[in-house]
């Protein structure tokens, strides 16, 4: 009788391990369709809106993309990013801070750089709901900028929202209005002549 309850927990086991190695692999899938969708573009434009804990709030803009290349704008700011380096304006001082983004710090204005993230260091598992496919991003290791997101896709694995945990703090992030459209990388990079008045910071 031992051996029968033994041998039944292993199947119980093993069942439970391929339905986990499918669910991933569905997850997976869903988000290489998705990254697929938005890499094969020669360009878009989207607006969003992000919502954060503490001084950030909410805030909302528009953003237009270019493979890991992005310029996003709101009220208060408009940010450059060309694939390394990353120019910050800030309307109420009039300055333009220059870096090179951390992951998360790239995550917080522009969504889409999450879809690059997934494949490696990540736990994969997803869900439906209303309509939509929901894939759980849960960091291997705690090193990670981002140790947790949702992503949240729909049926035609268009990128609807994503919420991010940064410091046991969630931000979440919506899309809508997609337009394609063929950018040029320039706009892409800061042009003094945009903010010829702004103090420029380097921060790298």
Request: aromatic share 8%.
């Amino acid at each position: 009788m031992r051996q029968i309850k033994y041998l039944l927990l292993f199947v119980a086991i093993m069942v439970a391990n391929v339905a986990i190695a499918q669910n991933t692999n569905q997850a997976k899938a869903c988000l290489d369709k998705a990254t697929a969708k938005v890499s094969s573009l020669g360009g878009f434009t989207a607006r969003f809106a992000l919502s954060r804990p503490g001084s950030v709030g909410r805030t909302s803009g528009t953003i237009s993309v270019k493979g890991t290349k992005f310029v996003a704008t709101t009220p208060q700011t408009t940010v450059w990013f060309n694939g390394t380096t990353q120019w910050s304006y800030m309307k109420s001082t009039d300055e333009v801070n220059i870096s090179t983004p951390t992951e998360a710090q790239r995550l917080s204005m522009n969504p889409y750089a999450l879809m690059t993230l997934y494949r490696q260091g990540y736990n994969l598992s997803m869900t439906t709901e209303g309509g939509a496919y929901v894939i759980h991003m849960k960091a291997t290791t705690p090193k990670r900028n981002i140790p947790e997101a949702y992503v949240t896709v729909n049926k035609a694995y268009q990128l609807q929202t994503i919420k991010i945990k940064q410091a046991n703090k969630w931000t979440t992030i919506s899309v809508s209005d997609i337009q394609r459209k063929n950018l040029p990388d320039a706009i892409f990079t800061f042009n003094k002549k945009s903010h010829p008045s702004a103090e420029i910071i380097d921060l790298r």
